[in-house]
């Protein structure tokens, strides 16, 4: 809910002065499920349909409205995940790392920077025809993880 709650607190700030930008960061998960993360998915996807509806409904007030999607990030939380995967496939960490990232195209996993990058690029004025999108930054696994 956290989403909801944050826009709608800037929203009505950004819609009087007919300009904003709400980039709503989801995740590959919502357009490619994994059984094992069923809630995770399914509220990433309501963030992705919150998204376009919203950039629907109010584009022509200057508020573009868009969804990033991660994919396989190397962040502290999936460092934790694949601790798990070890512990549970007795295996290691490292192990668990370097098989996932090889099941990327472009054979290595993202980073918070590379997210970091399309968020800027879409919250600026070189991004002002780009409303209700959600582009995935995945290095081109787009639903193979």
């Not at 994994?34 to 509806?53: F, Q, V």
């Not at 990030?73 to 996932?100: C, F, G, P, Q, Y």
């Amino acid at each position: 809910m956290a989403a909801v709650r944050l826009t709608r607190l800037v929203w009505p700030h950004m819609s009087e002065q007919k300009w904003g930008r709400v980039i709503m960061v989801a995740s590959g998960a919502a357009k490619y499920p994994n059984a094992a993360l069923i809630d995770y998915g399914t509220t990433k996807a309501a963030m992705i349909s919150m998204a376009k509806s919203l950039a629907r409904k109010y584009g022509s007030d200057g508020v573009l409205v868009n969804s990033v999607l991660p994919g396989l990030i190397h962040t502290a939380m999936w460092d934790r995940a694949a601790t798990e995967i070890a512990e549970a496939a007795d295996s290691t960490k490292e192990e668990v790392l370097m098989r996932n990232g090889r099941g990327v195209p472009v054979g290595r996993y993202g980073t918070s920077e590379e997210v970091a990058a399309m968020i800027v690029f879409l919250v600026s004025n070189a991004a002002s025809y780009v409303n209700g999108a959600a582009i995935e930054v995945d290095g081109g696994t787009s639903g193979h993880i």
